[in-house]
């Protein structure tokens, strides 16, 4: 079979990290992790939740793509990815869409994109109950990376499968159906 790599994009709060669980829990696809130089939020874990890293020490890793999110670095590397290919047939990876579109360009079929889409009164809300920052929220949710990704990407339109995600339910049997449709599970 070819390997896959499920990229999980759409903007901040609209539930990448919850699918990609979810694929991790049901489905025991791994999730690719990727470098910050976030801060953590409360339980996030380094090496769980992300590679967490000063601005010295991203410099020093090399990346198939790396962004400037809202003010902070982010990276994913090849080298990870091939890990966890090494191991699964299928891996899955949260980035935003211009990360999406690297992927895509790079892997052409073997990149399945899923880009989930929630209004943008419910994601504010969803991101204030997930306990952010009220400073960092308002600065993130008027960002120009948030506001680009409320849409799919035109390098993306038609070559991705878009979910909106309401109903948590609906949403994974949607997932569930992507599996079947390439064949992934
Ligand atoms: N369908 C849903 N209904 C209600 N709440 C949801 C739903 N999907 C996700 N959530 C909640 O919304 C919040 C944001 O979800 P999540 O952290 O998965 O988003 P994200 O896209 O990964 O965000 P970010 O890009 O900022 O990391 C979480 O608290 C999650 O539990
Ligand atoms: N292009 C990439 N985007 C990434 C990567 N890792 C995470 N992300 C995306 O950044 C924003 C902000 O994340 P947050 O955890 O601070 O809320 C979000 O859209 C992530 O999906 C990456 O390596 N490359």
């Avoid at 409320?150 to 390098?155: C, K, R, S, V």
């Amino acid at each position: 079979m070819d390997k896959k790599i499920i990229v999980i994009t759409g903007a901040s709060g609209t539930g990448k990290t919850t699918i990609s669980k979810y694929l991790q829990d049901t489905y025991h696809i791994p999730s690719v992790i990727t470098h910050t130089t976030r801060l953590p939020r409360d339980g996030e874990k380094n090496g769980v939740d992300y590679y967490f890293e000063t601005k010295d020490s991203f410099l020093k890793n090399h990346y198939l793509e790396k962004v400037e999110y809202s003010g902070n670095w982010y990276g994913s590397s090849e080298e990870s990815l091939n890990k966890t290919w090494a191991k699964y047939d299928a891996a899955s990876i949260v980035v935003d869409t211009k990360g999406a579109v690297s992927y895509k360009e790079k892997y052409g079929d073997q990149a399945v994109v899923i880009f989930l889409e929630v209004d943008l009164d419910t994601v504010t809300k969803r991101l204030a109950d997930r306990g952010d920052d009220k400073k960092r929220l308002q600065a993130r949710i008027t960002s120009d990376e948030f506001l680009r990704d409320l849409q799919i990407p035109t390098e993306l339109a038609g070559k991705c499968y878009k979910i909106i995600n309401n109903s948590i339910k609906a949403t994974q049997e949607s997932v569930n159906n992507i599996l079947k449709i390439e064949k992934i599970k």
